[in-house]
């Protein structure tokens, strides 16, 4: 292999270009472009990654476009599920998805592979509809004077005792935590009814609530009661008192059984 500009060695370097323009090499070479150990990037594309609360990473890379298919310097940040932005040469900005990424050292690469292969779907990135947080039951909402106190763990106990009283008081028994549940829930014509089905699908519907509300005062009330655990923080918070709310809302419908 021979190269025409003096002195250099075919370290595969390129000038900066703008977005969709070429970026002229610095040297030329007599053999073929792959052969002669670099790939000549001839576009400029923006890396694109979609960070929490929907803050995004941008950052431009030198790439060469063959299609759907981009080849990037290595070293370049870039994973599966970032996005791709160019600019055509009629100048319409182009966005893609990377679906899969192929280093010089991984599975499917050539041993003299000088890039990273990325290979990607046309499409504009798909907008994240906002979620609304579900309003708790009433019974529950209660317990979020305590959560904006910071005190995490009492709400989480305080929404699992409310749950707790409200099983006493359907069922009029004298029992709490795990036993009061078994009872209420256990028997083959349960204290209870909060099957929202019938046949083999409410008695599954039947076991699997009962399992709930025993789990919820062992593995949730039982810890945090005694304050040998504590919460992760907010979300857990919620998602515990969500749970609540849940239960809360099956006992509304036994209720309404019980006439």
């Known amino acids: 292999m021979s190269c025409n500009n003096a002195g250099s060695d075919c370290d ?16 030329s070479c007599d053999e073929p472009r792959l052969r002669c150990g670099m790939i000549f990037f001839t576009n400029f594309v923006t890396l694109i990654r979609r960070q929490q609360e929907e803050a995004e990473i941008r950052l431009g890379s030198p790439a060469r476009v063959q299609g759907n298919t981009v080849l990037l310097p290595i070293g370049t940040e870039v994973q599966v599920g970032d996005h791709l932005e160019y600019r055509l040469l009629s100048d319409e900005l ?4 990377v679906i899969d990424v192929v280093r010089p050292h991984m599975p ?3 041993a003299t592979d000088d890039h990273i292969e990325v290979t990607c779907v046309s499409g504009r990135r798909k907008e994240v509809p906002e979620v609304l947080a579900p309003a708790l039951h009433p019974r529950i909402s209660v317990v979020l004077a305590l959560v904006a106190d910071g005190r995490l763990s009492e709400a989480v106990v305080e929404a699992l005792q409310l749950v707790e009283e409200r099983v006493r008081s359907l069922t009029a028994s004298d029992d709490s935590g795990c036993a009061l549940m078994e009872s209420a829930f256990g028997d083959r014509v349960p204290q209870l009814d909060i099957t929202t089905t019938t046949g083999q699908a409410a008695q599954d519907e039947r ?5 709930l509300f025993a789990g919820v ?3 949730l009330r039982n810890p945090h009661g005694t304050g ?4 992760a923080g907010l979300d857990e918070t919620l ?5 609540a709310s849940m239960l809360m809302r099956r006992l509304d419908r036994a209720e309404e059984r019980l006439g």
């Open 217 to 219: 005062m062992l593995g």
């Open 207 to 211: 076991e699997g609530f009962r399992l």
């Open 94 to 97: 182009r966005m893609m998805g």
């Open 12 to 27: 595969g370097s390129s000038g900066a270009g703008l977005e969709g323009h070429p970026i002229a090499p610095d040297i």
């Open 228 to 231: 040998r655990a504590a919460l």
């Open 108 to 110: 499917g690469a050539n």
């Open 239 to 243: 998602e515990c008192l969500a749970v």
